[in-house]
Structure formats: C-alpha cells, structure tokens
C-alpha cells in the first residue's frame, strides 16, 4: 500500500531544509541508490544536471510505495545538491532558472544585470566544456527554456537604456563580441539578430562601426530587406530623416516577397504623413 503524498509545493519547501542524510534517506525510499555525495561527484562532471537526474531514473527503478514524495523529488533533489554545493562552473539548469524567472522583470535594472551577469556565466561554462553552439546546447538540454529568445529580449531592453546611458551601448556591444567568440558556431540569423543589436549600439555610440556593420550585412544577409529596415530603425527615434533616407538609398534591394517590406513601406507612410503635419 502506497504512503499519501506530500504536495509538490510542500516538498520543496521541505527539501530546502533537509539535511544530507534526510535528502540521502529519501532517496533510498524511492529506490535511488546513489546517495548525496555520489550526485554532487556526478554534478562535477556535467554541465548537464538534467541528465545526471536522467542517469539516475535509468539506473535504477525508482518507486514510489514507500516515500512521501513523489518521483520529482529526484530532479528537486538533483537540483537542491547543484544550489547547495561549490563546483568550478555554474550548472545550466541553475542558469537557466535564474534566466527564466528574471524574464518578466527586466524593466528593473537590477534584474536586467544579474540576467546579463548569467549569460556571462554561461559563456564562462560554454568555453570550460568547449560549447560552440548556443542553440545547440538549448536543444540537447531541452529543459523548455529558449536562451537565445532571451538574450534577444535582454538585448532589447538594453538597447532602450542605452538612449539614455551610453555605458549600456557599450555592454551591448561587449556582450555580441563575448558572444560570438564564445559559441563560433551560432545559427546565421542568430548571429545576425545580434549583430543587428551591436550594430545599433555602435550607432548610439556615434561609431561609425555601425554604419560599417549594416553595410557589411548588406552584402552578406541572404534577406538584405530586412537589413534595410533594422539599419533604418536603428536612427528613427532620434533622427526619422535618416531613416526615410536610408530606405530610398536601398530601394533597389527592397524585395516584396520579404516579411520586411511591408514593414518598411509602412514605416514610410506614417514617416510621410508626419511631415505633410509639419508642412
């Protein structure tokens, strides 16, 4: 006869106060025969805490019968010994919860550095276990966080600070570079949605490495388009003119089969209709 279960939300609470042979006593309850000490020297050899939890459930055959706790007190537990212990990187599972939940506070500027001092950790873990694919190491982990969506949210919310604080330009522009360094093996569009970013930064910083980098894109990005439109955007907050120029010096590269064109060809309309007001 199997013991009732303690609520999931009531577990982790009572995890966070066990001691190592309460969380080891546990363990052994549901069938798991590697105790506290052989996780953590498991955890040390991983970047992956998700799959020395896998490890675990494939090894052995976890039951429930005789634990107050359900299956998910091995992940929970797994997770608790990552938080808990002192290891030479920082694990992507922590990383990753620390991205999540700082996700919908960015427009709190604490939140928005400690965000970027966690992708600066996992550059830091990228280059101690020779990870050259962001994108890659999102999907082999597969824990349902998107990494690279964020870093573009991040970016972005950077990029509206830097209109006021060029330090944050400045950041932006640091952070590409790291970036890029760091995972050599980024997917095209990845690399040029950050390059867009860095690009922009250059611009606020009055570098001309912006201009540079756009001009550069053009040449290279298989939907020029849509370089057109970024290179535009990047002034229409300060100087709409500019804008308007640079999409009439690149009409002829503008194609209307690209998602982008309408975009522009709006852009064009309202930045019209501002100056017939003005007239």
Known sequence: MSIEKIPYAIMLEQLAQMSKSEINRHLELLGCLWDYDKISLQLSKTYNDLQVADDIFQNFSIQEEKSPYGKSFIDEAVFEIVSRESFTFTHYGLLSREILELR??????????????????????????????????????????????????????????????????????????????????????????????????????????????FRSLLKTHSDPTDVVLHYGLAYIDDDPRRTGKIFKQYVRLLDPKSESYEVIAEIQEDLERRNHEKA
């Open 104 to 213: 919908d506070q960015l427009d709190d500027e604490a939140c928005l550095l400690k965000m970027e001092a966690s992708y600066r950790s996992l550059f830091k873990l990228a280059k101690q276990f020779s990870l050259t694919s962001m994108e890659g190491l999102v999907y082999q982990v597969n824990d349902g966080t998107d990494l690279v969506a964020i870093v573009a949210e991040m970016l972005d919310h950077m990029q509206q600070k830097a209109r006021e604080d060029h330090a944050y330009a400045k950041k932006i522009v640091e952070f590409v570079d790291k970036f890029l360094k760091i995972f050599t093996k980024t997917n095209p569009f990845t690399k040029v949605m950050l390059q867009y970013e860095q690009a922009q930064a250059y611009i606020v910083l009055r570098s001309s490495k912006g201009e540079q980098l």
